[in-house]
């Protein structure tokens, strides 16, 4: 059932970057645009569509919201891949994208779709004007200097440092860095919606921490050409990652314990958030 969903969620965010960049013109920026959006597991589009679907807003206009938040992760993938961020030359099992045009296109890629992003949250069928405003509101600032952005900042900062956080440092920086995003998805469709969000803000920020857990477990147990990106490489930088600072068994309990607390935080919604306590499992089992 969750894996149907999240085939779905990918889909139907794929048909509206079709439909929207073909009215854009035939320039490389378009087309490395549509290579970067192509590809990914979609989870953030479907955290959208499904809490959209669990509050009981129309999917055609919940698309576009899930199709935004697809943009701007996507822009952070095209810059975090930049020689002067983490310097990858793989992303998604495909040359990123400053490696198969150039820095330049790349730079240019990541600002049209950060601004993409925007632009889908502003159409009249996302819903009325306040819903819109409040959607941009808060993807600004989960994006931005007080989400993302700033997680990403810390990060760069810690390295520079050798990798000197703690426990409370690693979690601070990676709620800013990987959670932003995930909590502005799942709590979209509450937004849209003008239903109370505590219950989707709970389960977003555990499965956004879980999600960043797995990841720094992957990138010591997981396999380069199944993840499609580089490995080890956090490791060789020096970073502190959970893995480093809990060990690995204690950074997988973690994981679980994190896990149930996103399925916990859905008890209000009952069987209906089924698919939504699948995706907390999917996000610490899955391989890439």
């Not at 822009?75 to 990123?96: C, K, N």
């Not at 405003?133 to 993807?139: N, R, S």
């Amino acid at each position: 059932m969750f894996h149907e969903a999240l085939k779905a969620a990918a889909q139907d965010v794929q048909a509206v970057f079709d439909t929207v960049l073909a009215e854009y013109e035939d320039f490389p920026v378009v087309h490395a645009m549509r290579y970067a959006v192509a590809g990914g597991k979609g989870l953030r589009g479907f955290l959208v569509l499904e809490s959209a679907r669990l509050c009981g807003v129309d999917r055609s206009g919940a698309q576009f919201a899930a199709a935004a938040v697809e943009a701007v992760h996507a822009y952070s993938l095209v810059h975090d891949d930049l020689p002067a961020m983490d310097d990858d030359d793989l992303r998604r099992g495909r040359a990123t994208v400053h490696v198969k045009w150039d820095e330049a296109t790349a730079i240019l890629v990541g600002d049209a779709l950060q601004t993409l992003g925007f632009e889908l949250l502003s159409r009249d069928e996302v819903g009325p004007a306040e819903v819109r405003v409040a959607l941009i509101t808060g993807l600004a600032r989960a994006s931005g200097a007080q989400g993302m952005v700033l997680g990403q900042a810390q990060d760069i900062a810690a390295e520079t440092a050798g990798g000197d956080l703690d426990l409370a440092g690693i979690t601070a920086l990676q709620a800013n860095k990987t959670g932003a995003l995930i909590g502005w998805a799942g709590q979209a469709g509450a937004v849209m919606a003008g239903a109370d969000s505590a219950a989707l803000a709970r389960y977003s920020a555990a499965l956004g921490l879980a999600f960043q857990i797995a990841d720094d477990i992957l990138d010591v147990e997981g396999d380069a050409a199944t993840a499609g990106k580089r490995l080890r490489k956090d490791e060789s930088a020096g970073k502190a990652t959970f893995v480093s600072l809990l060990g690995m068994k204690e950074a997988k309990a973690r994981a679980r314990a994190l896990v149930e607390e996103a399925q916990d935080a859905l008890g209000p919604y009952g069987a209906e958030a089924d698919v939504l306590k699948a995706a907390a499992r999917f996000v610490i089992e899955r391989d890439k």
